[in-house]
């Protein structure tokens, strides 16, 4: 299971998958964690939970209070990269920065808002997904990774899987809180193939 420290560390890359431990190395070399540390950095999204397809991204979030000082920070580290890129903007009253570039063959994305990086939605999602994951073993992991090679978004794919209604961003917020039972009983009537 993942968790805030192991997430920090970026030690369980090393012994994952070969996509993961490339990643991992390209991380080091890059020393985006080391660079970004004031900001809090976390990478979430498909490269922890091991269901990266190509094309998949390094998505790295950071506690972002002041996004032109961030930007700068960033140009100045990673802007001489390929196809790099920072957008500053407002949604939902939330200012949000998103840095993209490539390195290492990698599309790489860094995220930014003013909110504790476990706080923001893709750590949430990535915590309620490898519960997920865990509770309801390779073959469901297997179809949210088909699913993925079919051009589908990894939320909107185990939204699908699970039957879930609605915006599936938002469903996934709505499953993060759920106990460890309710989320089992949810799973396994929606997903009773495991």
Same mark, same amino acid.
């Given at each position: 299971? #993942? !968790?805030l420290s192991k997430l920090q560390a970026l030690d369980y890359l090393d012994r994952g998958t070969e996509a993961q431990r490339e990643a991992g190395r390209l991380l080091r070399? +890059? =020393?985006i964690m080391e660079l970004l540390g004031e900001y809090r950095p976390l990478l979430v999204g498909t490269v922890p939970l091991? *269901? =990266?397809v190509e094309g998949s991204d390094l998505d790295i979030i950071c506690e972002v209070h002041d996004s032109a000082r961030f930007s700068a920070e960033a140009s100045g580290y990673f802007g001489h990269r390929e196809g790099f890129c920072a957008v500053n903007r407002t949604v939902a009253g939330l200012p949000r920065t998103k *840095? !993209? &570039?490539v390195a290492g063959g990698w599309p790489v994305e860094l995220f930014g808002q003013p #909110?504790?990086?476990e706080? =923001? !939605?893709g750590y949430i999602h990535l915590l309620v997904e490898d519960r997920i994951l865990n509770l309801l073993g390779p073959g469901f992991r297997q179809e949210? *990774?088909?699913l993925k090679i079919q051009g589908m978004k990894t939320e909107p794919a185990f939204a699908k899987l699970l039957g879930l209604a609605g915006d599936p961003y938002e469903a996934l #917020? &709505? +499953?993060a809180g759920l106990s460890p039972a309710e989320l089992e009983a949810l799973c396994t009537r929606a997903y009773p193939y495991i």
């Open positions: 299971m #993942l !968790n070399e +890059l =020393q091991g *269901i =990266q *840095i !993209n &570039f #909110l504790t990086t706080k =923001q !939605n949210v *990774i088909s #917020l &709505f +499953l």
